[in-house]
C-alpha cells in the first residue's frame, strides 16, 4: 500500500508557474508515476507519466510547457508547469501504477487544486 499527498497547487496568474509535489509513504522506485487532472465538468486525463525506467510521455496539450521528474531517494515525485493558461485549471492527482499479473497496484492521492486566472 502507498499512500500520495500532493502539494503545490494554488492561483496563479495565467503565463505563470507552479510546482507540484507528490510524497510517497513508501518507495516509488518500482512505480510508474502519472500526474492526471480533472477540470469541473470533463473526465480525468493524464498530463504526464514517469516510468519506472525514467521514461516520459506527456499530453499533447502541455509538451514543452510540464516537466515531470522523480526523486526516487526522497520517494516524490514532480510536476513543473510553466506558462499556465486558463485551460490548465483543474485538480491535480497523483498516481502510482505498477502491472501485476493477476490485478495491476493503482494508487491515487487526494488531489490538489491549480487555478489559473488573472
Known amino acids: 500500500q502507498v499512500q500520495l499527498v500532493e502539494s503545490g497547487g494554488g492561483l496563479v496568474q495565467p503565463g505563470g508557474s507552479l510546482r507540484l509535489a507528490c510524497a510517497a509513504s513508501g518507495s516509488i522506485s518500482i512505480y510508474a508515476m502519472g500526474w492526471y487532472r480533472q477540470a469541473p465538468g470533463k473526465q480525468r486525463e493524464l498530463v504526464a507519466v514517469i516510468t519506472s525506467g525514467d521514461s516520459i510521455n506527456y499530453a499533447d496539450s502541455v509538451k514543452g510547457r510540464f516537466t515531470i521528474s522523480r526523486d526516487n531517494a526522497k520517494n516524490t515525485v514532480y510536476l513543473q508547469m510553466n506558462s499556465l493558461n486558463a485551460e490548465d485549471t483543474a485538480v491535480y492527482y497523483c498516481?502510482?501504477?505498477?502491472?501485476?499479473?493477476?490485478?495491476?497496484?493503482?494508487?491515487w492521492g487526494q488531489g490538489t487544486q491549480v487555478t489559473v486566472s488573472s
Open positions: 498516481n502510482a501504477h505498477r502491472r501485476r499479473r493477476w490485478k495491476d497496484d493503482d494508487y
